[in-house]
């Protein structure tokens, strides 16, 4: 689906800015870990409306192909009416694959437990990201064995949008087996590899397929394509014409719409 961006903008719901508490860097690992680089890296920010319980719950992961990258949020995604949670997680080459979908999922578990407090409701967590972070969005709630390590059904998730993600298996994770990033591989470190009838509604996003990186728009297409033929209907894609890989501040109004669905 071939989407402008006028299209994007009449969709933002309007409504007068809700200004958020927040809270930073708060451990989701235990502090009693001995790996000191989990420590460091396994914390995360959250930002909820001021006074409200029970509001939908956006977990956004950082891109950054794996090796870089930081918990810092859109702006756009803050004020909003809807909590967001921002974690990191270890990066590449200091650890390799599985070591920051673990990450990932124990950040997602950490919410699941811990939200209610915070005024979201665990029932709305919601799983997005860009580039890399919607990798291990899709991830995380496609591959059902990680979340199931903290005794959570990955299909208690509410929604995946994954921001121009891979669903081919990482070029990280084939940089760290010697396999050159043009050769496309689908295994278990895969989203494809893990399609199902039962996953959350998905919403997938990327940016025009001639200005995306090359192939990316495909990848998410033959996704689409494979979750409905294994029975799941509520997945769809939007290509966002005119834009490349940079597509992230065009893309923000459908997440907080189908955040807003939740209220």
């Known amino acids: 689906m071939k989407t402008h961006l006028f299209l994007l903008l009449t969709t933002l719901v309007a409504s007068s800015a809700v ?3 927040e809270w930073f860097n708060i451990p989701y690992v235990n502090q009693n870990e001995t790996d000191a680089y989990l420590v460091e890296r396994g914390v995360l920010d959250i930002h909820c409306p001021k006074g409200t319980q029970n509001q939908p719950v956006i977990i956004w992961f950082h891109g950054g192909g794996l090796r870089s990258g ?7 995604l803050l004020n909003q009416g809807v909590c967001v949670v921002s974690p990191n997680y270890r990066l590449y080459p200091r650890i390799k694959a599985p070591s920051y979908i673990e990450d990932a999922a124990r950040a997602v578990a950490w919410v699941f437990k811990n939200i209610k407090n915070y005024g979201g409701d665990p029932s709305k967590v919601i799983l997005s990201g860009y580039s890399a972070g919607g990798y291990l969005a899709l991830m995380v709630g496609m591959d059902t064995q990680w979340l199931a390590k903290h005794n959570i059904n990955a299909s208690r998730l509410a929604a995946l949008v994954p921001f121009s993600g891979h669903t081919i298996t990482h070029f990280t994770v084939r940089d ?3 396999i050159k990033g043009e050769q496309p591989i689908i295994d ?3 989203p494809l590899y893990h399609v199902r009838k039962d996953a959350p509604p998905i919403t997938l996003i990327t940016g025009d397929r001639e200005l995306e990186l090359l192939g990316r728009y495909e990848e998410n297409a033959y996704f689409e394509r494979m979750m409905k033929v294994n029975g799941h209907t509520a997945t769809q894609i939007y290509e966002l ?4 890989h940079n597509m992230v501040e065009p893309a923000l109004p459908l997440l907080l719409n189908i955040a807003r669905k939740y209220e």
């Not at 014409?241 to 490349?244: I, K, S």
């Open 19 to 21: 200004y958020s508490k």
């Open 70 to 76: 930081e918990k810092a949020l859109p702006k756009r």
């Open 176 to 178: 760290e087996r010697g």
């Open 188 to 190: 278990a470190f895969a």
């Open 241 to 244: 014409d005119g834009y490349g």
